[in-house]
């Protein structure tokens, strides 16, 4: 009898752990996960493909000058892409990757074309063209941040464009360097300054 007590109970708990084990990895599920609108959605899958822009050109100019900017950033444009993947695959939002220089949205793609053809040209070419990219991408990123609620997307966006700033003022000291001046595409003059009077920030990437 009281070997069938003990069974009894055996079935009662087993059935609890049981179910506290599936509701500990839904809700570690949930914790892990974030919920987007489509404006955000957007968002992020344009700005993969942006950074990859950023990423897959400084690959193709590394290749034609072999400089140190080109060479360390391009690593961490790498770092941005993974950055957006990893919200991405935490809302459960499939995304496509394409090849080296390879765009699905046409801006993007002619955007490439004339930065390749651009910059084979000359090195200082190519330096104004790292700094119109990263030009563009603080642009773009502060738009969608002032357009989002979603805390998780700002802080990833905030991150990325710390280092678009540090990537901006990289190209631009080269660029004085050799003698060139650089003036700003996409930002505003007075936000185009206060970047550049700016140090290097610590960015959380």
Known sequence: MKNFKTFQIALIIIPLIISCSNDDNNNAEALNSIELVQTDTDALLFMLEEEKLARDTYEFLDG??????????????????????????????????????????????????????????????????????????IVDLEEYIDNTTNTSLISVFESLKCGSGNHLRSFVSTIESIGDTYTTQFLTEEAYNQIISGSNEKCNL
């Open 64 to 137: 034609q000058w072999g400089i140190n900017q080109f060479a360390n950033i391009k690593k961490s444009e790498q770092s941005h892409m993974n950055a957006i993947i990893n919200l991405l695959e935490l809302s459960n939002t499939p995304y496509t990757i394409l090849p080296y220089g390879e765009f699905e949205d046409e801006a993007l793609q002619n955007y490439y074309n004339q930065f390749v053809e651009s910059g084979q040209i000359s090195l200082s070419n190519a330096l104004q063209i790292g700094a119109t990219i990263e030009d563009l991408d």
